[in-house]
């Protein structure tokens, strides 16, 4: 009896030092893609046994079926209505959309880290004395507003940046990215750059910090003033420099992977965690599209645009052009779309839901055409499939050039003639199948090759932070270097001011000869 009490009273003891933590989650961003990069990191953290606070403007589809406490930050899709213009296909298709420019990216970013503290559901939540957290992770979406929940809540925070490492995101935890060889991750440009890209490159990153430093900065400031500062000053914590909070991260968590990538130096505080959002178990298909796939003996094409490409915008001839490409092929095609089209061939069927990680795990699965989201090509890499990349806007285009680079995928661009496009790429990758296959088995293998799972690797880091009082040893000492040393710009004032003076010098002296001269000559 007693024996049974002790080890009843072991088991008690191992289940309380499992460290759960409280966590607070803020993925503010009203797109679907993150907010599904936001579900899966609050189910990894629950499953770790961690308490979890999440901010999320999806409360509809979690109320009822996570454990996680939801604050509703559902205003923020309000901000669609402003950003309708930067995703209209008409113009895409035209091609007489201009990249965002810095300003237009910053006003939506900001404007959504101003709707989200302000909202009454996270000033309830900011003013709430009894809330303590043991860490903070903040989706980093161009500007450092959420790092102030980390003065009301004194507790060290951690970035999660959705998309390859750029210059924006790593400047915060390191220094800006060395120009020559990483491209803006709108530019999307592969190494090795020519003079000319690499001129832009450099001129991209000395404006972008500029207007970072200076312009958006005050404009942020003035947020945090208004929103956080009241409470900090009301709760009696200090206030800390807004310029302090920015750079103060303790890690930096993307959703990455190097073999999906350009391998590019990165501080120790940058952390890969692509694929995390992938199940570990696949699901089953549903009935009806689990038939269609065992009986496609040429195998399946799935062709997903998310939902970037609007069946209303899409013109009727560019629908049928595509209908026709498709009714062409072999394979059989699965065309997930918003509505079912009249005349489709045999072998292409639309639908509107689609399990999109079943349909790429299953063995008769040849190719995906996507629109080269981030989710979706890890998700073909995570499953060792082949793709057709049809970029349409942010950093698409950036993963189609790195996927064509790494030989498991071509690109085509979205116009009238896509359709015409579309049926080049096929040709040319369905005629070397085997080829562009086994470099999607090869890139797959190489990403699977890791000590540990992406999910596994999010509770580590995120709980080493804690463990580790907010990881200073992760920081990058090039955070205490300002960018004039790191560029050198003071040896290079140095230099020239010896050379003006050395300049002078020799003026003087030739100008003193030369009189000189003149005077012996007179005499
Ligand atoms: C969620 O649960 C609450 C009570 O726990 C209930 O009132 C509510 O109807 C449920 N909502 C949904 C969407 O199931
Ligand atoms: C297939 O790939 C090989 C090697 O890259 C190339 O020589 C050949 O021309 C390709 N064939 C087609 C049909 O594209
Ligand atoms: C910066 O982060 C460290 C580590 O988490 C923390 O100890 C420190 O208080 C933070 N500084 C500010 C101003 O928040």
Partial sequence: MEKLRYVLFCVVLSLCTCDAYKILVVFANPNPSHGILGDNMVKHLLSAGHEVTYITPYIETLKNKTKAHLVDVGNTHKILEVAKDILDLKQILEGTVESPDFKLMFELVSTIGDMTLSNPNV????????????????????????STFSAVYQCPYIWFSTIEPNWIALHLVSDPMNPAYNSDYLHGRIPPFSFKERVEELWTQIKGLYHYNFNFYNAEEAIYQKH????????GKPVPDYNVLKYNASLMLGNTNVAIGNAMPLPPS??????YHIDEEVKSLPEDLKKIMDNANNGVIYFSMGSNLKSKELPDELKNGL??????????VLWKFEENLPNKPKNVHIVQWAPQQSILAHHNLKLFVTHGGLLSLTEAVHFGVPLIVIPVFADQFLNANQAKNKGIAERV????????????????????FSKYSARAKEVSAAYHDNPMRPGVALNFWVE??????????????????????????DLLAVILAVAVVIL???RKIISLLTVKNMKLKKN
Avoid: W
């Avoid at 940058?270 to 694929?275: A, N, Q, S």
């Fill in 228 to 235: 956080v500062v009241p409470i900090l000053k009301e709760q």
């Fill in 413 to 432: 661009d979205l116009s009238y003639n896509l359709d015409k496009n579309l049926k080049v790429a096929l040709d040319k990758v369905l005629g070397n």
């Fill in 504 to 506: 002078l010098a020799v």
């Fill in 323 to 332: 209908l026709e490409v498709f009714g062409g092929l072999q394979q059989t």
């Fill in 123 to 146: 000033q309830k939540l900011l003013r709430d004395p009894k809330q303590k957290f043991d860490v903070i992770i903040a989706e980093f979406m161009f500007n450092e507003l959420f």
């Fill in 270 to 275: 940058y952390k890969h965690i692509g694929g």
């Fill in 464 to 489: 080493h932070v804690v463990r580790t009082r907010g990881a200073p040893h992760l920081r990058s000492v090039a955070l205490q270097v300002p960018l004039y040393q790191q560029a050198y710009l």
